[in-house]
């Protein structure tokens, strides 16, 4: 079965969000296994803190667009930027104590797993949508609603608003047309304060 437009559309976002995590999840990955490999003998420590700072910086980049991105769809633990911004330099994360370094690698896989859950209910999504399923996806923030042509009015927030212009549409029809001359009580006053009526 073919896609319509705005399926092939849907499906082509969810992709992308499937890449962008996918990418955020193997620099993940690499910043652990730069990590891991400090401590090992003859490591080149100069050159591991180099890649070190650099795979911190792309993350702490990518992560804020990876957030932007996916919207509702961002489950990733919240303690993921503070793994990146308290791991300051390998040397200082080494010269802690071993229950330290423990927790900050507790920590770590904690992210990773919520990284990948992210990721699967993406590529389920996807799957759904690639499938013909209606996948409801929100605009992203700052962009008006398409379709409808009313430019996004929401008639719940603006429920009382339209009740109260309903009524005095409804007042000043019936003193306009004045059936049987009803609302010539209310209309006699209007006449004296110089209303053409």
């Not at 896609?3 to 082509?12: E, G, N, P, T």
């Not at 193997?26 to 910043?31: A, G, I, V």
């Not at 890649?51 to 702490?60: N, V």
């Not at 303690?79 to 802690?96: D, H, K, P, W």
Request: aromatic share 8%.
């Amino acid at each position: 079965m073919a896609l319509s437009k705005k399926q092939q559309r849907i499906v082509d976002t969810l992709e992308r969000r499937c890449e962008l995590c996918r990418e955020f999840m193997n620099d993940w990955l690499l910043f652990n296994q730069i990590m891991t490999s400090y401590s090992n003998p003859g490591a080149n420590k100069a050159q591991l803190e180099n890649q070190f700072l650099k795979i911190k910086s792309k993350i702490a980049r990518s992560h804020q667009v990876l957030k932007d991105t996916l919207l509702d769809d961002y489950k990733i633990d919240g303690a993921t930027m503070n793994i990146v911004s308290g791991a300051t330099s390998l040397e200082a994360i080494y010269s802690q104590s071993e229950v330290a370094i423990k927790k900050l690698q507790t920590e770590w896989h904690r992210a990773f797993i919520s990284i990948n859950e992210t990721l699967g209910t993406i590529e389920d999504k996807k799957r759904r949508a690639e499938d013909g399923e209606k996948i409801f996806m929100p605009p992203p923030p700052g962009t008006a609603p398409k379709g409808g042509g009313g430019g996004g009015f929401d008639f719940e927030k603006n429920r009382t608003m339209i009740i109260i212009v309903g009524i005095i549409v409804a007042i000043v029809i019936f003193l306009v047309v004045n059936p049987g001359g009803v609302a010539e009580p209310w209309l006699q006053p209007l006449r004296e304060m110089g209303l053409p009526l």
